[in-house]
């Protein structure tokens, strides 16, 4: 009977001290309550200790998480309706505030933070037109949206890290007008960025043709020099080539002479027919 006894309290004593103790892990926080007071909330990751039957624990998640919200209708500032599908990236960074103003309940902050997101997105598309909404602006415009729901999510001790549309679905009248309107302003970049290339080439083939011009005018200067020196040189040369030896100069001038001369001659063999006859004049004088 003693033996049975034992074991009672031995058993009551590990409820007792497992009921004791609590782990939070680095992904949590923990909320300490005593007969439904919030004592404590300031648990690192660790081991910790309560009063059992006393004490009771409450978790919450401290990491980021993901609110994936349900498409909506919203009008643009041109009254053309999209339909809008958004994400929300939240965590919880007062978890005191939290508990106190959705009594810890996660389906009451969720519905909250969409409805706090949602009035957000719908206030900033109805203040711009469809074009900026589907355009890089989208990038600009949620960062707005994120910066004044976290104002609001404050309250809840909840802070937004990022606002995010997943997708922006259109009418399909208004669908149409928008990609033709797409197509005209890619087209009018295209067409601009045509003429800039045209005009880019022809200022590339005007600076081509003025430094040909330059070069050759260049080339035919160098070769007018060269060639004036050339016969500066030729007749230095021969000027002393025939220096040397003047009775060989005068030689070969009498022959350039009578070469000259005899290119003329009836008979071709470089004799005047003047002197020739003068000859034979003198011999028949003779005989």
């Given amino acids: 009977m003693s033996r049975t006894i034992l074991l009672i309290l031995v058993a009551v004593l590990g409820f007792v001290g497992v009921s004791s103790l609590f782990i939070v892990t680095e992904t949590e926080y923990a909320i300490k309550f005593q007969l439904g007071r919030i004592v404590k909330s300031d648990y690192g990751p660790g081991i910790h200790f309560k009063a059992p039957f006393i004490n009771n624990v409450r978790k919450f998640d401290n990491r980021l998480l993901t609110l994936d919200t349900n498409p909506e209708q919203m009008l643009t500032s041109e009254q053309k309706f999209v339909a ?6 939240w965590r919880i960074v007062d978890v005191v505030r939290f508990y106190t103003s959705t009594q810890g309940n996660e389906r009451v902050a969720l519905n909250r933070l969409d409805s706090i997101v949602k009035d957000r997105i719908r206030n900033e598309i109805a203040r711009r037109k469809l074009v900026e909404v589907i355009s890089e602006q989208r990038v600009s415009t949620m960062q707005d949206i994120a910066v004044t729901a976290n104002e609001a999510a404050a309250e809840f001790g909840i802070q937004i890290d990022d606002v995010r549309i997943k ?12 990609f033709r309107r797409m197509a005209a302003d890619r087209q009018k970049e295209a067409n601009l960025l045509r003429f800039e290339g045209r005009e880019a080439a022809e200022r590339i083939r005007a600076d081509a043709d003025r430094e040909a011009q330059v070069i050759l005018a260049e080339a035919e200067r160098d070769g007018q020099t060269l060639r004036g020196e050339g016969d500066a040189r030729s007749t230095e040369r021969y000027a002393n080539a025939f220096g040397e030896d003047e009775a060989f100069y005068a030689f070969t001038r009498s022959l350039q002479a009578n070469g000259n001369s005899g290119g003329n001659s009836p008979d071709g063999r470089g004799l005047n027919p003047t002197s020739r006859s003068c000859d034979e004049g003198a011999g028949d004088t003779e005989h």
Avoid: T
């Fill in 167 to 178: 997708a922006i679905e259109l009418p399909d009248d208004v669908r149409e007008s928008v």
């Fill in 84 to 89: 809008v599908d958004s994400f929300v990236k």
